[in-house]
């Protein structure tokens, strides 16, 4: 990611949105500045005006497009990915991630190269815009019953992984009443604490904070803070997925019914709770903008992904990692119970991941090739191959990134999901031998 590159995605962008105004905000990585830079600069050669937000949430930045007259956001972030990384967000005037069918609109200008060019008199305006975190602390604020929080007088560990949330979260939290401690809260690009993905191994000092401090649970964002995980108040990770079911179970129920939507290769612990709560589950092909497209047109009450990514679709269509933490704050003070207590009766299953070698131009014919070998059994190809049975399913999906095909096989026991990974390994085995023969 070059200043280069990121000058004429910049162009590329404003020629796109037709010199529209546009904000432009960045993480705290220490590319951030140069990149913005870049970007500000083709915007601006675009005639776009552009509103300087910046270092703030992903999810702050959406809010402020979406409630602000704008014609589209661009986010200068690599979200939870290390350091030496960066990345451009582009967003549409409703602050949702821009659909595959814009962003390849955009690409074409950019592999065109022809961009709009405004005179000197009629290059864009840059202002300097404040109120991006305030204005997305409050809208958060509003979803929730901050009275209950504050009488619940919670503890909190909060760990800001150095990122974008270290301008956010610490003082929603004190907003809410909570009794607050902070670890790696002061914005730095080198993320010295950890590394900005929250996984359980890279959050060994938070889950020994809470341990130590007797508090009630622990919280950490990734670097753009449109994610959020928990430790539980005895110091244990809480996997993604029982947080997802969680959190979706309580807007089924409050909500009185509803869909909720997420990726197929979501654990049946969400699906699990959300039917017995009377909702319904929609799959979609995995990635957060597929997830709330589809929540905005099926008019779902909730969503969210494995990752910590959830969303809440009468605050904004995008993942939001502040309002996913003050409505696990709102959940643990309404139910009154611990974190522990009010996960402990979401079913449990188990997960297998293997990854078979498969080069990249059979990774198609191979995957056509598998849907008849499960014939006779309840197959969805919504994205990969995901065949479902009474207690567990295996999915079957092309790595994006490499040359392998990943096998995913969940089951209520470990030898139900050992069971189905082998049947399934050893019949895309047998389909790669087959094409590449
Ligand atoms: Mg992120």
């Known amino acids: 990611m070059t200043a280069g590159l990121a000058l004429d995605v910049g162009r590329a962008v404003g020629t796109f949105l037709k010199g529209g105004p546009v904000a432009l905000g960045r993480d705290t990585r220490t590319s951030g500045p140069m990149l913005h830079a870049a970007v500000l600069s083709g915007l601006t050669?675009?005639?776009?005006?552009?509103?300087?937000?910046?270092?703030?949430p992903s999810p702050a930045i959406q809010?402020?497009?979406?409630?602000r007259d704008v014609a589209g956001g661009v986010i200068v972030t690599a979200s939870h990915n290390p350091r030496e990384y960066n990345g451009l967000k582009v967003v549409d005037d409703q602050g949702m991630e821009a659909s595959r069918e814009v962003e390849e609109r955009i690409e074409a200008l950019y592999f065109d190269g022809v961009y709009r060019e405004a005179s000197w008199d009629a290059a864009g305006r840059v202002d300097e815009v404040t109120e991006c975190n305030p204005h997305y602390l409050e809208a958060v604020r509003r979803q929730v019953d901050g009275a209950a929080i504050?009488?619940?007088?919670?503890?909190?560990?909060?760990?800001?992984?150095?990122?974008?949330?270290?301008?956010?979260?610490?003082?929603?939290?004190?907003?809410?009443?909570?009794?607050v401690a902070t670890l790696n809260a002061q914005p730095d690009g080198t993320f010295p604490g950890h590394p900005p993905e929250p996984r359980e191994e890279h959050v060994v000092e938070l889950r020994e904070m809470?341990?130590?401090?007797?508090?009630?649970?622990?919280?950490?964002?990734?670097?753009?803070?449109?994610?959020?995980?928990?430790v539980d108040e005895r110091g244990t990770f809480v996997p993604g997925?029982?947080?997802?079911?969680?959190?979706?179970?309580?807007?089924?129920?409050?909500?009185?019914?509803?869909?909720?939507?997420?990726?197929?290769?979501?654990?049946?612990?969400?699906?699990?709770?959300v039917l017995a709560r009377?909702?319904?589950?929609?799959?979609?092909?995995?990635?957060?903008?597929?997830?709330?497209?589809?929540?905005?047109?099926?008019?779902?009450v909730f969503g969210g992904e494995e990752n910590g990514g959830l969303?809440?679709?009468?605050?904004?269509?995008?993942?939001?990692g502040a309002l996913g933490l003050a409505t696990v704050l709102e959940i643990m003070a309404t139910e009154e119970g611990s974190l522990s207590e009010l996960l402990a009766p979401i079913p449990e299953y188990h997960l297998m991941k293997r990854g078979v070698a498969c080069p990249d131009e059979h990774?198609?014919?191979?995957?056509?090739?598998?849907?008849?070998?499960?014939?006779?059994?309840?197959?969805?190809?919504?994205?990969?191959?995901?065949?479902?049975?009474?207690?567990?399913?295996?999915?079957?999906?092309?790595?994006?990134?490499?040359?392998?095909i990943r096998v995913f096989a969940e089951g209520k026991t470990q030898a139900a999901a050992r069971r189905l990974s082998k049947e399934a390994v050893a019949i895309v085995e047998e389909v790669i031998a087959e094409t590449t023969r």
């Not at 809010?63 to 409630?67: A, D, I, L």
């Not at 809470?210 to 928990?230: K, N, P, T």
Request: include cysteine.
């Open 45 to 56: 050669s675009a005639g776009c005006d552009v509103r300087e937000l910046g270092v703030a």
């Open 63 to 67: 809010y402020y497009v979406k409630t």
């Open 150 to 179: 504050a009488k619940a007088n919670l503890h909190v560990v909060l760990d800001c992984a150095n990122g974008a949330s270290c301008l956010t979260s610490p003082y929603l939290l004190g907003r809410l009443g909570c009794h």
């Open 210 to 230: 809470v341990e130590d401090a007797g508090a009630d649970l622990g919280v950490v964002h990734d670097g753009d803070a449109d994610r959020v995980v928990f």
């Open 241 to 273: 997925d029982r947080t997802l079911a969680l959190v979706a179970g309580y807007v089924v129920q409050r909500e009185g019914g509803g869909t909720v939507v997420t990726p197929v290769s979501s654990s049946s612990c969400v699906e699990d709770v």
């Open 278 to 300: 009377g909702g319904k589950v929609h799959y979609t092909a995995v990635g957060a903008p597929l997830v709330a497209r589809t929540m905005r047109a099926e008019g779902a």
């Open 311 to 320: 969303i809440f679709p009468k605050h904004q269509h995008c993942r939001d």
């Open 363 to 404: 990774k198609g014919p191979v995957l056509a090739a598998l849907v008849p070998r499960f014939k006779g059994r309840e197959v969805e190809t919504v994205d990969g191959v995901k065949v479902r049975e009474e207690g567990g399913w295996v999915l079957i999906r092309p790595s994006g990134t490499e040359a392998i």
